[in-house]
């Protein structure tokens, strides 16, 4: 579904992707695992097409389309997502207003009609209900103002809701408490299917327990430096990254 | 007629009797002739240069053409219609009619003298002397021009009266090329309470409103007025406005300030425990200056004053905001508070904000502050990655700046949608 190959992206002259070669086939799920400042932010955000990022050489294909030409909102409505590792805070825009403004604009972009407004409610009043959101999340300002781990239910919200084919989960488990990871998996777990692929990136085995991947890349120093399956983590865990870099 | 013309006659002629009962024959002198548009060393005036702004050959109004009322917008159910500064007439609701009273100016200084002579007998206190024919210093030029052309209307709501219903007062600019002087002055009597849409709505080109509102709330009344105008771009404003508050009554003031445009906004708390909330917005685009100066003086104990104004300038346009608290002796336990803040959407955009505390009392509390910026890149990406395009996150972005300022006026947040429409057009 995503293949990039021999990408390097420069910030202010610094080399942080260097010729990164990875691929996330279709139904598969992918976890990244690497130090602070390996990278790994940098490449969901180069992905989903942040300002502010050289590309030196390579390229992204999104369903055998190259998309780094491509703005942030067509490769959002051509179904990629991400989950941000820190959600931005917007007052004075409603939640539940923004929600359904981003489904719309999405569905506009792909030539359909805007979502039914009462099933639109339904659905992200369930979802939410889901996710332990208390309704007053819908209509607050977007993330203005939530907990850490309320701002990471309201990404999952998002993800649920738009349904993308592709998304990136950048740290969506760090600063959750058990019980909101646990949350957070099973929305994760219900948004998986055959059909979408997911790349999580994480520092910790805990989400992986819940979410098996299929694939585990150790990264460093913006590349892949060591592949296998969900074993790596447990010998990560025990070993940290010294074993490997 | 061409103003200047106007005034050269009026010159020659002297006044011999004005409309307005307090304009005298001593202000038109021939000091008054010689700057009669304040400048740039008038501190309320420095950064709105209104001779820049009109044409030399602007007219004054001579005879108002017959109007078509239908043509009237019939958004409104209860209108108070004014013609180019002239009161037309008054198309309420069954209801309403006999509870507001409409008056010329002469006709209600026989009938009743008791506010005239309170503004007009202790000026200083009430008004600042800015009273249009009072004095004649460049600031108030303008409000003396205003009194020479225009005579000008009163409406009185009589005590107890509470209506529900917002009233419109539609001045419709249909001139051309011309200088409109609308005054008015509104009493809201003892324990009233109404509502008003201040609406100008210009179809016409080049012509520059002058209008001079002076708004007397008598104890424990409470006013509303929303203020906006549409369709302003081809002409220029001035406004002043005075409210003066006795004791216990509410004035709540919103606006939505655009084009090229001039506001001098006084509130006066001169009773104990009257209260004040004044919103705003000014929105410039092209090469437009918009301008507010407003001051609430506190002049009697336990006043409490909020002002709340928000600025977005775009292209290559100014928006600038004086806002004052002057809190006097005696007024103890007084609260004021003036927060702003701006948005600017071009490099080129400019924008200022001073606030300005004069205190004379110990045992009172102010808080003020102002706030620029420019759209967050940041929040276009978040909103861009969920599917907005670039230009509709801005624009959402703008409206969310906006919604901040919580309106509660439909009208007025309608505008306000269109007119965020319209800077990105
Ligand atoms: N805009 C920027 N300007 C300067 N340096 C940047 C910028 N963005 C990223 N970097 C640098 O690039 C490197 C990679 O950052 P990135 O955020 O991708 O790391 P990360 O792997 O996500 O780290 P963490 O695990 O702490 O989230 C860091 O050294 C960071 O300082
Ligand atoms: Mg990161």
């Known amino acids: ?245 | 007629m061409y103003l200047n013309d106007y005034l050269d006659k009026l010159k020659k002629n002297k006044l011999e009797e004005s409309n307005k009962p307090w304009l005298t024959s001593k202000i038109i002198s021939d000091e008054f002739f010689n700057s009669i548009f304040p400048d740039e060393k008038v501190e309320e005036w420095k950064n709105f240069n209104i001779k820049s702004l009109i044409g030399n050959k602007l007219k004054v109004l001579e005879k108002n053409k017959n109007l078509k009322i239908e043509k009237i917008n019939r958004d409104y159910n209860n209108i108070l219609f004014f013609n180019n500064g002239v009161f037309e007439k008054c198309l309420l609701e069954k209801k309403l009619i006999n509870k507001i009273n409409i008056y010329k100016t002469t006709e209600y200084k026989k009938k009743d003298k008791t506010i005239l002579k309170k503004i007009y007998s202790d000026a200083a206190k009430y008004a600042e002397k800015r009273l249009s024919g009072v004095s004649d210093s460049k600031t108030t030029k303008l409000l003396s021009l205003n009194a020479l052309l225009s005579e000008g209307v009163v409406i009185e709501i009589p005590n107890d009266t509470v209506i529900d219903n917002q009233i419109c007062i539609y001045n419709n600019i249909s001139c051309q090329n011309t200088l409109v002087n609308p005054y008015i002055l509104i009493i809201a009597k003892e324990n009233s309470k109404t509502k008003f849409l201040d609406l100008t709505s210009y179809n016409g080109e080049e012509n520059w409103t002058n209008s001079f509102y002076e708004i007397y709330l008598e104890k424990n009344s409470n006013f509303q007025m929303a203020n906006l105008s549409t369709n302003q771009i081809k002409n220029v404003n001035t406004s002043s406005y005075n409210f003066h508050l006795e004791k216990y009554s509410r004035l709540k003031f919103s606006s939505i300030n655009k084009g090229n445009s001039k506001k001098d906004i006084r509130v006066f708390l001169n009773g104990e425990n009257s209260k004040t909330s004044l919103k705003g917005m000014l929105i410039s685009k092209h090469k437009e200056s918009n301008d507010i100066f407003c001051k609430v003086t506190h002049n009697a104990p336990n006043t409490i004053s909020n002002q709340e104004w928000r600025m977005l300038s775009s292209d290559n346009s100014k928006t600038s905001l004086n806002g004052k608290i002057k809190i006097l002796k005696n007024a103890k336990k007084s609260t004021g508070s003036f927060f702003s803040k701006t948005l600017l959407l071009s490099e080129k955009a400019k924008s200022f904000s001073k606030p300005e505390l004069e205190i004379f009392e110990d045992e009172v509390s102010c808080s003020h502050g102002a706030s620029f910026g420019e759209i967050e890149k940041e929040k276009v990406f978040y909103l861009q990655s969920r599917g907005l395009s670039k230009r509709d996150a801005i624009k959402y972005l703008v409206l969310a700046f906006i919604n901040e300022l919580k309106l509660n006026d439909d009208k007025l947040n309608e505008n306000i949608l269109s007119e965020t429409e319209n800077l990105f057009c």
């Open chain 1, 1 to 245: 579904m995503l293949k990039i190959s021999n990408l390097s992206v420069t910030v202010e002259d610094k080399l942080i992707l260097d010729n990164l070669n990875l691929e996330i086939p279709k139904g598969k799920k992918v976890a990244i695992m690497g130090p602070n400042g390996s990278g790994k932010s940098t490449l969901s955000n180069v992905i989903s097409g942040k300002f502010g990022y050289n590309i030196k050489k390579g390229n992204i294909e999104f369903e055998g389309k190259d998309i780094l030409d491509c703005s942030a909102d067509d490769r959002a409505a051509m179904g990629i997502y991400m989950a941000f590792q820190y959600p931005i805070e917007i007052p004075g825009i409603a939640n539940s207003s923004f929600l359904r403004t981003a489904i719309n604009s999405i569905r506009k972009k792909n030539n359909l009609e805007p979502v039914n407004t009462r099933s639109f409610l339904e659905e992200i009043n369930n979802i939410a209900n889901k996710l332990g959101l208390d309704k007053s999340f819908l209509s607050r300002d977007l993330n203005t103002g939530f907990s850490g781990g309320e701002k990471k239910k309201n990404e999952i919200l998002q993800l649920l809701l738009i349904k993308p084919k592709f998304c990136v989960l950048d740290e969506i488990d760090s600063g959750l408490d058990i019980d909101a990871l646990k949350v957070i998996s099973k929305g994760i777990s219900e948004f998986s299917s055959k059909t979408n692929s997911i790349l999580i990136i994480t520092h910790y085995q805990r989400l992986l327990d819940y979410i098996k991947p299929d694939e585990v890349h150790i990264f460093n120093d913006g590349k892949i430096i060591k592949s296998g399956n969900s074993d790596l983590v447990k010998v990560l865990e025990e070993k940290g990254y010294k074993e490997f870099c």
